[in-house]
C-alpha cells in the first residue's frame, strides 16, 4: 500500500520557498518521494517516528503546479498534482458558480480581483428550481445542501431532469444561478 497525503487537496498556499510537510502512508519498508521529478530522498519506515512511520518531508513547492511522486521499496507508485499559491487574496466578496462536471457544481469565494479565498471558510447554501434536485442530505462534502468552505470551494452533485437553475447563497453577497439546459 502507498498512499500520498492529499488526492482530495489540490491546492496549498504559502509564502515562496518556504517548507511545506509531504506525508506518504506505507506499509512497504521505504519510500522515496519526487516533487517536480527531483528526488526529496529515500525514507525508512520507522514506526516511532509521527506522522506516517517516517515518511513525511518538508520540501518547497513551486508557485503554480507540482507533481508530487512517491516509489516504494515494492515498486508501488502514487502522484498527485497540487497548484501552490503565494499571491495573498483578500476577502469573499463574490461567490461564483460553475460546472464542475456532468453531475457537480462548484461555488468558489472569491476576491475583489477574482482571487480565490483560499482561508474562506464561510457557510454556501446551495437550491435548484426546475426541473431537477440537489442530491443533499447525504451527509457528505458532495451531497449537502448547506456546506462550509473549504479552501473557498464548496461542491454539490445534482440531477437535472430537463432545464433547472441552481443557486448558491454565502451570507450577504449576491446570489449567483448556473442555469442547467437538457443534454
Known sequence: MLHIYGHTWPV???RDGERKQVLVYSNQPWVELYVNGQSQGRRRRDVNDYPAQGFHWDVVLQPGENTLRAVSAGGLTDEIRQDYVTEPWG????LLLSRESADVVRAEL???????CLDATDWIVFSLAGDGRLLCD???TLGSRRIQAANGVARIRFAAEGRCAIAAQSGDLATPLLVVEPE
Open 12 to 14: 496549498r498556499w504559502g
Open 91 to 94: 476577502q469573499p466578496a463574490r
Open 110 to 116: 472569491v476576491d475583489e480581483q477574482g482571487r480565490c
Open 138 to 140: 447525504q451527509g457528505t
